[in-house]
């Protein structure tokens, strides 16, 4: 800035206010810095200036994976809105890893970001606590956090929506009906397996263990488990699948055993739509509604949550104060077809 003053011939706090936008300087004054600024190449130090505000006008974000669509929608949402207020956006993905969601987010802090968005592979969040009572802030996404800090939340309604999107099959008929969850440990896993035994409950079906597979959403986990239910002596008619990407593994599993050799004995027959499982999942997918049938889902908004997260933060980092708030966002389904399908006769 010493040399722009000096080019311009002006005084250094001239300078500061021509860059900063700040009255006070006339037209032609203000012209001339300009000039000498293009002709220097200078470029603000918005680190420094930040620093001196004593902020960083950063924040970090963890997620699972950011190639999950899932994730990706909701990365892209915090990035919009830390942009609309001058900061960056940091993102590692823990890949359901605690150690490693712990490493990050450390990892975050040690470089001052001003807060975190973070979407929790684990519940132990002791680590956290320091951080807090040290002035960073955070707000946990899609699962909650453990019992060791109260910070806020935004979650979707997932027990709910597994609730209506099983509830959903029972009125087109069906009384056996598989469930393919995520891992147990998962949060949205447990909630989303709580809402099929609701709606179980609800209609007075029992709950048969049988019918219940919990694992990662690998495509021979998932096939083994479609050929197991449908392999059994009274074989679901319908299955629920518990995220976007259980429902597209559900349906390469249906696939390959209608048309290639099944290890298993199942009910697929192809070209017979009839005897084919009718399909709810939980998170809507791309092409889910060019399939034949096209798939019906329980939709939630991963755009939606990452922005509302991310909003609710920047509120708390320019000073809003309250009790800890925990707000849950509403899901929808999308009936298109393969949730309509009818048992067989």
Same mark, same amino acid.
């Given at each position: 800035m010493n040399d722009v003053a000096a080019t311009a011939g002006v005084a250094l706090k001239t300078v500061s206010r021509v860059v900063n936008d700040e009255p006070g300087v006339n037209a032609a004054t203000a012209e001339r810095v300009r000039q000498?600024?293009?002709?220097? %190449?200078?470029? +603000?130090?918005?680190g420094a200036r930040v620093l001196r505000r004593g +902020? *960083? =006008?950063?924040? %970090?974000?963890?997620?699972? !994976?950011?190639?999950?669509? &899932?994730?990706?929608?909701?990365?892209? @949402?915090?990035?919009?809105?830390?942009? +609309?207020?001058?900061?960056?956006? &940091? *993102?590692?993905s823990s890949g359901e890893d605690p150690q490693r969601e712990r490493a990050l987010v450390l990892a975050f802090c040690a470089r001052r970001v001003d807060g975190l968005v973070i979407v929790p592979a684990g519940y132990d969040h002791g680590y956290?606590?320091?951080?807090? @009572?040290a002035g960073t802030r955070a707000v946990f996404a899609d699962r909650p956090p453990g019992p060791a800090v109260e910070v806020d939340t935004v979650l979707c309604d997932n027990d709910g929506g597994a609730r209506t999107g099983v509830a959903h099959l029972i009125a087109h008929g069906h009384r056996r009906i598989a469930f393919l969850g995520d891992q147990a440990a998962i949060f949205t896993a447990q909630e989303r397996l709580r809402g099929y035994r609701q709606a179980l409950e609800a209609a007075g079906l029992?709950? !048969? $263990?049988?019918? /219940?597979?919990?694992? /990662? $959403?690998?495509?021979?986990?998932?096939?083994?488990?479609?050929?197991?239910a449908l392999a059994l002596d009274h074989p679901p008619t319908a299955l629920f699948t518990g995220n976007g990407q259980l429902t597209m593994a559900a349906l390469r599993a249906l696939e390959t055993l209608s048309t290639g050799p099944a290890v298993l004995p199942c009910r697929v027959t192809p070209g017979a739509e009839a005897s084919r499982p009718a399909i709810v999942g939980f998170d809507d997918f791309a092409? @889910?509604?060019?399939?034949?049938? =096209?798939? *019906?889902?329980?939709?939630? !908004? $991963?755009t939606r949550l990452g922005r509302t997260a991310a909003e609710l933060l920047f509120? +708390?980092? *320019?000073?809003?104060?309250?009790p800890v708030e925990r707000i849950r966002l509403p899901t929808h389904l999308i009936p298109r077809g393969s949730g309509e399908l009818p048992p067989p006769a």
């Open positions: 000498a600024i293009e002709l220097l %190449g200078y470029r +603000r130090n918005d +902020r *960083t =006008a950063s924040i %970090g974000l963890i997620i699972e !994976d950011v190639a999950d669509p &899932f994730y990706s929608g909701l990365s892209r @949402a915090v990035e919009d809105v830390a942009l +609309r207020n001058g900061s960056l956006v &940091f *993102t590692g956290l606590a320091p951080e807090l @009572a029992p709950y !048969d $263990p049988a019918l /219940v597979s919990m694992g /990662v $959403p690998e495509q021979s986990r998932v096939t083994a488990a479609v050929a197991g092409l @889910a509604d060019l399939l034949n049938p =096209a798939i *019906t889902v329980v939709a939630q !908004d $991963p509120r +708390r980092l *320019t000073g809003e104060t309250g």
